[in-house]
């Protein structure tokens, strides 16, 4: 079985950037896409942004200009790089990996809070 491990996650000042990153327990074969999904207190996950193995990539529009996501396909990871954050970016964030094969595999979530 797979684990997906997030890191990166805390506490920031509107206007401010973190940078989450997503690891792999081990080598996955097959990957169709990587993504970012966040679930704020009340509401239901979301999708924030995905990258497919083609490198195309694909954002909520209410991360568009502020959030970049990337992936090593050598490492089995995804990042997001999270610019500009609002109070309304905060929730947990988790990430997801598609196989062709069917495979859907999640991280546990990481905590992001954006507060004065």
């Known amino acids: 079985q797979v684990q997906l491990v997030e890191s990166g996650g805390g506490w920031v000042q509107p206007r401010g950037s973190l940078r989450l990153s997503c690891s792999a327990s081990r080598r996955v074969f097959g990957i169709r896409s990587r993504g970012w999904y966040r679930q704020a207190p009340e509401k239901e996950r979301e999708l924030v942004a995905t990258?497919?193995?083609?490198?195309?990539?694909n954002y909520a529009d209410s991360v568009k200009g502020r959030f970049t996501i990337s992936m090593d396909n050598g490492e089995n990871t995804v990042s997001l790089q999270m610019n500009s954050l609002k109070p309304e970016d905060t929730a947990d964030y988790y990430c997801?990996?598609?196989?062709?094969?069917?495979?859907?595999?999640w991280g546990k979530g990481i905590l992001v809070t954006v507060s004065s």
């Open positions: 997801n990996f598609r196989q062709y094969s069917g495979g859907n595999y």
């Open positions: 990258i497919t193995s083609g490198d195309t990539t």
